[in-house]
């Protein structure tokens, strides 16, 4: 068999499983679509240019097979061809990335009215912080993290005082709420990730980093670590649940601030001292 | 046994085609005389000094060779377990998620360091240099020699780092502080620190190397040779060794500073950590400063890695098809710019690392960039293709092979080089698809084409046609199916460096096609024992090669004796004529005009000057 | 090998076009050796750049502030503390052996043994001097509690950075010092002039070997003079 057949049988086999693979993108649940669509836009020129280069190649080797005495073309350089081929392939690389710098200008601007979430990472598990009433997360230490304040939170800060605290790895959202999630590890890097939200960054120990995204179609997600971070990184998941309104603040109302933690450590304190000198 | 050599008389000047105006002499056949004496070369006599020590390149180059296909093959065999683990887990127990991650850590560093780029540089780079330049030897045989032996001593402290307590490291090949070397990561201990002393240990032999392979091509080339006749695979190697000399400092930089975080407890990369409950004596350290320097020296490497192939495969196609490459000039421009932008586009590995945002766009438009004089090479192999008389060997099907997974495993690097694109595909099976496709499996391609292409100049015989279209048909085929459907795994979500898949919708869907693609690596894995086959055997009973069997045109298949002795050229050295690419001149008798050709020989030949 | 040759070759950016477009050689007249050097220094400034920028890096991102260089490298004369003392001669020490080098290099290719290797042995001395001032400022810092580790006057990075580079640099001193002595003994035997062939190497020995030695040395010198201005002076 000639071996063009097979290449070209490669071409057709990879684009056909293009078409029919049951393996594409999770359903999108967040407002990053225009990742989507430059991935999409991504698929039809560098396809586009693997399937017309291979196809090309093909041509030549069904026809340019070796034959004694065949006319061969000795031409070393042509530059009107190099030209137009550079060219076009500048073009082709600008509408590549014209598209997606836009999408990643707006990836780096939070919105104004984004619902600030701090995402605590540590192998291997995730716990969360909310700003509470005032809006403004208290300032908190690795240094500081104790059995008592889990968190780490600055007792001198007022504004930690009504940060909402979440040790369980479930996190509740708000659908149709811009939400900028603050990514804080408390040991190495991690990285939290929802492939139906698309966004994604690496919590680093030592700095907070950012991203946001808006959900919007209520479901429960999986949560997986996509930073390396020793042995227990498969195993690192977490839960994200999207909901109305209503059913978000009927969750929110049962969270613990960090002012109820500390009143609750106070009254076992108080309980052990009293229990201690009544067995006195 | 100087040739025409004769300081006093001869004055120094430029001479090529390009700059000279006229000829000095009515001699078309003229070539400007020698500027430099003999090199004076070392022959070894006893056994020690002629195989073991031995300061010829040839003999080193077979030295480094089969040092990195014996780590190579310990890589292959790593990768085969990791994938046990993937496709079938039930049927590998023993496997625990500590010796998966240090599987996958010493599959990545070995395949990448320790067997692409020993092979390229220290193999086909020792070999092939001093014979396509002209030359007799490297230019320091002594220190040539040594840096093969510093390989070899890394290449002994990675492997001891299988033996010590803890075992190797399992920290990812990037081996991303903190976790590198705290305890939640297996080997954190000696491991991590014999994979650091390896790796220093590896900058300085390769720089050592590098001298010999920068100076032999900058200042020992012979008569006629200028740096435009060169082939391209010397073009290819050259700027690959002047990339490894400007990007293993940073590498060297970070494996110092991260032994020093794990010996003395300094905190270059570790900022306040919580272990256990307890806060860690580290502080003030920055994890992103180490992705920085990690990154500077990883881009510019996986460039010393794909442009030997760049090159190597030009010399392939032009031989196999009978036609010149087409536009040399371009193609040396591109091998040129790529190695120089390569610097410019570290931080296309950290869009997500939560480094200034702002570096993004910078990043992302120098990575497309990138990507132009890189196409431009692909377009000229195919049109080097059109109108050629191409023979369908083995050869030529392993460049094809290049071609088709090279420029798919390219186009999938547009998509992460892309960064709003690479947001949600970072750290996902496909990115492991892109870089196996675009770097494992495109210069493979070519390092097998080389071997098939060169056996019959290192051993005098060539290799097995018919065994080795078998190992053809199956590596690529095999290859390709691994590893274009991984891409797809990447888009449902999967996440890389995960031991396993438990629970998750993702990957429920896919645990067929993981088998598959287990299936595929142990098969294309074990058909690689009909290359060994084919080389052992061919040895003793393949067809005797004789002189330049594949009537290609460049200066290695010249010697006087095959395979090349000590010395490569006997009493004179070759003198220099054209480039390497004079297939089917019109005019001319055979479709091959060797580079040592004078043009009396060839005077009904319409050459265009070069 | 320097001869009159070179004299016809164009200069500017012609005769590098010239030099570029030639055949056998790119650098006229220059020998394997010393463009062995050249090159090997521009890899080491790449590494000396990546301590230097990453200690600026390292300096920027520390959580608690770096400690006052003029006051941790003071000595004490007397009862006055001078800044910077120690380091100000040390830059001097070395500069001067930078000068004895290349006065060097000038009396070996006139094959003037004597001062030649005179001056090799001035430079060496020089450079033991500076390595030995090192070492008494690295016993000064550690006898205060300056750490790899940690320090009592700031920024537990400080004194990463200090042992590293220092280190780094100390040890590139050092291995020039060492060969210095060698090549005082081959200048003084006469080896250069014989063209004896190296223990290890087995290649002839030739003058240039000193100018390149001198390459070597006057690199390690412009390193110091960056580590001083960035780590001390900043």
């Known amino acids: 068999m000639h071996p063009g057949i097979i290449f070209l049988g490669v071409i057709i086999g990879s684009v056909l499983f293009h078409i029919f693979t049951p393996w594409w993108w999770t359903d999108i649940a967040s407002n990053w679509g225009a990742m989507d669509d430059t991935i999409n836009l991504t698929f039809w020129i560098g396809g586009g240019v693997f399937i017309l280069v291979c196809l090309f190649m093909v041509y030549c080797i069904f026809k340019f097979s070796y034959k004694e005495g065949r006319n061969v073309e000795y031409k070393p350089e042509d530059h009107k061809l190099e030209k137009i081929l550079t060219i076009a392939t500048t073009v082709g690389v600008i509408a590549l990335l014209a598209p997606g710098l836009i999408v990643y200008n707006n990836y780096i601007n939070v919105p104004k009215n984004a619902l600030q979430v701090e995402v605590n990472a540590w192998q291997w598990g995730w716990q969360y912080r909310l700003p509470g009433e005032d809006g403004i997360l208290g300032t908190a230490q690795v240094a500081k993290i104790t059995d008592d304040n889990p968190f780490g939170i600055n007792l001198d800060d007022p504004n930690g005082k009504d940060d909402i605290l979440i040790e369980d790895d479930v996190l509740h959202l708000k659908t149709d709420r811009p939400v900028k999630i603050l990514l804080r590890s408390l040991d190495v890097l991690h990285n939290y990730y929802v492939p139906q939200f698309r966004a994604k960054m690496d919590a680093i120990p030592g700095i907070i980093t950012y991203y946001w995204f808006e959900p919007n179609k209520i479901g429960e997600y999986e949560v997986l670590c996509a930073e390396y971070c020793g042995v227990g990184h498969y195993a690192m998941r977490a839960k994200v649940i999207v909901e109305s309104e209503g059913n978000y603040e009927n969750w929110i109302k049962k969270q613990e601030t960090f002012s109820d933690l500390i009143a609750k450590q106070e009254n076992n304190k108080l309980k052990t001292t009293l229990v201690a000198k009544t067995n006195d | 046994m100087s040739d025409e050599y004769n300081q006093k008389n001869t004055p120094l000047e430029a001479q090529s085609s390009e700059t000279i105006s006229g000829t000095p002499s009515k001699d078309i056949d003229y070539v400007r005389p020698a500027e430099l004496p003999e090199q004076d070369l070392y022959h070894g006599h006893s056994f020690i000094t002629k195989w073991i020590f031995c300061q010829d390149a040839k003999v080193i180059g077979i030295q480094y060779f089969l040092t990195a296909v014996f780590t190579g093959i310990v890589g292959l065999v790593l990768s085969w377990l990791m994938r046990l683990q993937l496709g079938f887990p039930e049927l590998v127990p023993f496997i625990t998620a500590e010796h998966y991650y240090q599987f996958v850590t010493m599959h990545g560093m070995i395949m990448v360091v320790y067997f692409l780029t020993a092979l390229f540089l220290g193999g086909f780079g020792n070999y092939l240099i001093p014979l396509m330049v002209g030359a007799r030897d490297m230019v320091f045989p002594y220190v040539n020699m040594l840096s093969f032996w510093m390989f070899f001593i890394a290449v002994c402290v990675l492997m001891a780092s299988f033996f010590v307590p803890g075992g190797p490291t399992g920290a990812g090949w990037t081996l991303y502080p903190p976790q590198a070397i705290l305890p939640g990561t297996p080997g954190s201990n000696m491991g991590i620190i014999l994979m650091l002393v390896s790796l220093s240990l590896f900058v300085i032999g390769f720089t050592m190397g590098g001298l010999n392979y920068i100076i032999t091509i900058l200042q020992a080339r012979t008569r006629g040779m200028t740096l435009m006749r060169m082939p391209l695979t010397i073009w290819g190697i050259f700027t690959a060794t002047a990339l490894a000399m400007l990007a293993f400092p940073a590498l060297l930089v970070s494996c110092i500073m991260m032994t020093l975080d794990k010996m003395l407890e300094t905190s270059f990369f570790m900022p306040a950590i919580l272990q256990a409950g307890e806060v860690l004596n580290y502080e003030g350290g920055s994890p992103v400063l180490f992705q920085h320097l990690f990154w500077f020296f990883g881009h510019p490497e996986v460039y010393i890695v794909a442009l030997p192939a760049f090159g190597i495969v030009s010399d392939l196609i032009s031989v196999h098809a009978r036609k010149n490459i087409f536009g040399y000039r371009m193609m040396v421009w591109a091998i040129v710019g790529i190695g120089a932008l390569s610097f410019f586009v570290w931080a296309h590995h950290m869009y997500v690392s939560g480094m200034n945002p702002w570096f993004g766009f910078f990043f992302a438009t120098t990575t497309l960039i990138i990507a132009v004089p890189t196409a431009l090479k692909v377009y000229n192999w195919i049109i080097t293709l059109f109108r050629a008389n191409i023979r369908m060997n083995t050869v030529m099907l392993f460049c094809l092979g290049f071609i088709v997974t090279f420029v798919n495993g390219g186009i999938t690097g547009i998509f992460l080089g892309n960064v709003a694109v690479d947001i949600p595909l970072s750290d996902t099976y496909f990115v492991i698809a892109h870089f196996h496709m675009v770097m494992g499996i495109a210069p493979l391609m070519v390092i097998m084409g080389a071997v098939y292409h060169w056996f019959p100049l290192v051993a005098g015989r060539m290799l097995s046609e018919k065994l080795g279209k078998w190992h053809f048909w199956i590596t690529f085929l095999g290859a390709y199916s691994i590893y274009f459907p991984m891409h797809y795994l990447g888009f449902i979500g999967v996440p890389r460096r995960y031991y396993e898949m438990y629970d998750s919708p993702y990957v429920a869907s896919a645990t067929g096609m993981n088998e598959f693609i287990t299936v595929a690596a142990l098969i294309v894995g074990f058909a690689q024992l009909i290359f060994i086959y084919n080389i052992v055997s061919s040895l003793s009973i393949g067809k005797p090669a004789g002189k330049n069997p594949w009537k290609a045109n460049s200066l290695e298949w010249l010697t006087p004796e095959v395979p090349p002795a000590h010395g490569n050229w006997g009493e004179k050295l070759p003198v220099i004529h054209r480039w390497p690419y004079d297939f089917n001149v019109p005019g001319a008798k055979e479709d091959y005009i060797t580079q040592t050709t004078p043009p009396s020989e060839v005077i009904s030949a319409k050459v265009e000057k070069t | ?234």
């Open chain 3, 1 to 234: 090998m320097s001869d009159n040759s070179l004299n016809n070759l164009p200069g500017g950016f012609k005769g590098m076009s010239h030099d570029m477009g030639s055949d056998q050689t790119a650098f006229k007249g220059v020998q394997w050796g010393k463009v062995m050097m050249w090159i090997f220094l521009l890899s080491d400034t790449f590494v000396f750049s990546c301590f230097l920028i990453s200690y600026m890096k390292g300096r920027a991102s520390t959580v608690v502030d770096w400690p006052n260089t003029s006051e941790v490298f003071s000595l004490h004369v007397g009862d006055v503390p001078v800044p910077l003392l120690l380091i100000a001669i040390m830059t001097f020490v070395l500069i001067t052996s930078s000068g004895t080098m290349a006065l060097a290099v000038k009396y070996g290719y006139e094959k003037n043994r004597k001062m030649c290797g005179w001056l090799i042995l001035a430079t060496a001395i020089g450079g033991l001097t500076f390595v030995g001032m090192q070492v008494f400022e690295w016993s000064k810092l550690i006898h205060e509690g300056v750490r790899p580790w940690e320090n009592p006057f700031g920024a537990k990075q400080f004194g990463s950075f200090f042992f590293m580079i220092t280190g780094f640099h100390g040890t590139h001193v050092s291995i020039g010092v060492i060969f210095l002595f060698i090549y005082a003994r081959k200048v003084f035997r006469g080896d250069f002039d014989n063209g004896k062939r190296g223990f290890f190497t087995t290649m002839k020995s030739d003058y240039v070997a000193i100018e390149i030695l001198g390459l070597y040395l006057h690199f390690v010198d412009l390193v110091w003079v960056f580590i001083f201005a960035f780590f001390y002076l900043w």
